[in-house]
Protein backbone atom coordinates (compact mmCIF):
# COMPACT_ATOMS: atom_id res chain seq x y z
CA UNK A 1 0.00 0.00 0.00
CA UNK A 2 1.37 3.54 -0.76
CA UNK A 3 3.12 5.09 2.38
CA UNK A 4 0.76 8.33 2.51
CA UNK A 5 -1.33 10.69 0.41
CA UNK A 6 1.57 12.96 -0.30
CA UNK A 7 2.89 9.70 -2.49
CA UNK A 8 -0.54 9.28 -3.68
CA UNK A 9 -1.21 12.67 -5.02
CA UNK A 10 2.87 12.51 -6.71
CA UNK A 11 1.63 9.35 -8.79
CA UNK A 12 -1.55 11.15 -9.70
CA UNK A 13 -0.08 13.94 -10.77
CA UNK A 14 3.16 12.25 -12.77
CA UNK A 15 0.97 10.12 -14.72
CA UNK A 16 -1.20 13.07 -15.63
CA UNK A 17 1.83 15.69 -15.94
CA UNK A 18 2.98 13.09 -18.77
CA UNK A 19 -0.57 12.98 -20.28
CA UNK A 20 -1.02 16.95 -20.26
CA UNK A 21 2.47 18.58 -20.45
CA UNK A 22 2.69 21.62 -18.46
CA UNK A 23 -0.35 21.50 -16.86
CA UNK A 24 -1.23 22.64 -13.12
CA UNK A 25 -2.75 19.90 -11.01
CA UNK A 26 -4.35 21.07 -7.47
CA UNK A 27 -6.34 18.50 -5.57
CA UNK A 28 -9.20 19.15 -3.16
CA UNK A 29 -9.51 15.66 -1.73
CA UNK A 30 -8.49 12.26 -1.45
CA UNK A 31 -10.51 9.49 0.05
CA UNK A 32 -9.84 5.67 0.00
CA UNK A 33 -12.64 3.08 -1.21
CA UNK A 34 -13.62 -0.25 -2.99
CA UNK A 35 -14.24 -0.95 -6.34
CA UNK A 36 -14.29 -4.02 -8.07
CA UNK A 37 -13.16 -5.70 -5.31
CA UNK A 38 -10.00 -3.37 -5.36
CA UNK A 39 -8.87 -0.97 -2.45
CA UNK A 40 -8.28 2.42 -4.35
CA UNK A 41 -7.63 6.05 -3.87
CA UNK A 42 -10.13 8.18 -5.51
CA UNK A 43 -8.88 11.85 -5.50
CA UNK A 44 -10.65 14.87 -6.63
CA UNK A 45 -9.56 18.02 -8.08
CA UNK A 46 -8.80 20.75 -10.75
CA UNK A 47 -6.47 20.69 -14.02
CA UNK A 48 -5.71 23.99 -15.69
CA UNK A 49 -3.99 23.39 -19.17
CA UNK A 50 -1.94 25.84 -21.52
CA UNK A 51 -4.42 26.55 -24.39
CA UNK A 52 -3.05 25.80 -27.86
CA UNK A 53 -4.10 28.44 -29.45
CA UNK A 54 -5.22 31.07 -27.10
CA UNK A 55 -7.72 33.08 -29.74
CA UNK A 56 -10.15 30.29 -28.85
CA UNK A 57 -9.98 31.82 -25.55
CA UNK A 58 -11.22 34.64 -26.08
CA UNK A 59 -14.62 33.60 -27.93
CA UNK A 60 -15.37 30.71 -24.37
CA UNK A 61 -17.98 31.80 -21.77
CA UNK A 62 -16.27 30.53 -19.13
CA UNK A 63 -13.98 32.30 -16.83
CA UNK A 64 -11.47 29.77 -16.87
CA UNK A 65 -11.92 27.96 -20.40
CA UNK A 66 -8.79 25.55 -19.43
CA UNK A 67 -9.57 24.47 -16.12
CA UNK A 68 -11.08 21.17 -15.70
CA UNK A 69 -12.33 18.96 -12.74
CA UNK A 70 -10.76 16.08 -12.26
CA UNK A 71 -11.30 12.82 -10.63
CA UNK A 72 -8.48 10.03 -10.39
CA UNK A 73 -8.33 6.86 -9.45
CA UNK A 74 -4.80 4.53 -7.74
CA UNK A 75 -4.69 0.90 -6.82
CA UNK A 76 -4.24 1.65 -3.41
CA UNK A 77 -1.74 -1.65 -3.15
CA UNK A 78 0.67 -0.81 -6.38
CA UNK A 79 -0.09 2.69 -6.94
CA UNK A 80 -1.32 2.10 -10.52
CA UNK A 81 -3.69 4.11 -12.31
CA UNK A 82 -6.97 2.57 -12.19
CA UNK A 83 -9.34 4.88 -14.16
CA UNK A 84 -9.23 8.88 -14.57
CA UNK A 85 -11.35 11.26 -15.83
CA UNK A 86 -11.41 15.36 -17.11
CA UNK A 87 -14.81 17.25 -16.93
Same mark, same amino acid.
Request: net charge neutral.
Given at each position: $????????????????? $????????????? %??????????? %??????? $????????????????????????????? %??????????
Amino acid at each position: $MLDNEVDLQGKAQNFLL $MKYPDAKVTFSSA %QLATKEGNLIY %QLAGTIE $MKSRSGLMDRFTPQSHPNRFSLNIELDAK %QGSIFNYELR
